[in-house]
T-cell receptor, first 116, second 113 residues
Framework: AQTVTQSQPEMSVQEAETVTLSCTYD???????LFWYKQPPSRQMILVIR??????QNATENRFSVNFQKAAKSFSLKISDSQLGDAAMYFC?????????????FGGGTRLMVKP | NAGVTQTPKFQVLKTGQSMTLQCAQD?????MSWYRQDPGMGLRLIHY???????DQGEVPNGYNVSRSTTEDFPLRLLSAAPSQTSVYFC????FGGGTEAFFGQGTRLTVV
């Protein structure tokens, strides 16, 4: 079974600065998908960015980008020009294409605080 | 377009009581699933369904039942609530395909006293 580890329970960043959230995973598969989800205080789970393992190019969505290191099984999220609205829990998640139900395996989460 | 709707948003139960958490999606997604969120443990899969009439267990299924009689609805039943089931519960749905986005409901905060 796959496991996902987020080693930083809490992080803080100054507004307008850049912060990187770490995620590592354990798998024996060569084809899989990785996701970052944001959970603001409203509890709503919001997809931030996704990466397909067979694509070498790192995914980017506006101020959010990933550093995907397949050999190291690392998938970190970089948030540039941090905004107060970025304050939230962030979850890294893994999905295997072999799973029957599109299930996600989540890390424990990182709480990001943004200081004005 | 409502997406994934969960009810109720909050619930307090006494130990031993039963209840059903409702989940409905209007996106015609084949896949639906239930997760529970506990501090420091992320979200863990309880049960999932790949289509109407087909369900299977996830990582933490004990104490929960599901059924899927229609594509739209996927209720989660707590048979006899225990304090260990105090958690936030999320329903999610998605289309077939590994890279597709999972859409989540707004969650149900359940407290068992």
């Amino acid at each position: 079974a796959q496991t996902v580890t987020q080693s930083q329970p809490e992080m803080s960043v100054q507004e307008a600065e850049t912060v990187t959230l770490s995620c590592t995973y354990d798998t024996s598969e060569s084809d899989y998908y990785l996701f970052w989800y944001k959970q603001p205080p409203s509890r709503q789970m919001i997809l931030v960015i996704r990466q397909e393992a067979y694509k070498q190019q790192n995914a980017t969505e506006n101020r959010f980008s990933v550093n995907f290191q397949k050999a190291a099984k690392s998938f970190s999220l970089k948030i540039s020009d941090s905004q107060l609205g970025d304050a939230a829990m962030y979850f890294c998640a893994y999905r295997s294409p072999q799973n029957a139900g599109n299930m996600l395996t989540f890390g424990g989460g990182t709480r990001l605080m943004v200081k004005p | 377009n409502a997406g994934v709707t969960q009810t109720p948003k909050f619930q307090v139960l006494k130990t031993g009581q039963s209840m059903t958490l409702q989940c409905a999606q209007d996106m015609n997604h084949e896949y639906m699933s239930w997760y529970r969120q506990d501090p420091g443990m992320g979200l863990r899969l309880i049960h999932y369904s790949v289509g109407a009439g087909i369900t299977d267990q996830g990582e933490v299924p004990n104490g929960y039942n599901v059924s899927r009689s229609t594509t739209e609805d996927f209720p989660l039943r707590l048979l006899s609530a225990a304090p260990s089931q105090t958690s936030v519960y999320f329903c999610a749905s998605s289309y077939f395909g590994g890279g597709t986005e999972a859409f989540f409901g707004q969650g149900t905060r359940l407290t068992v006293v």
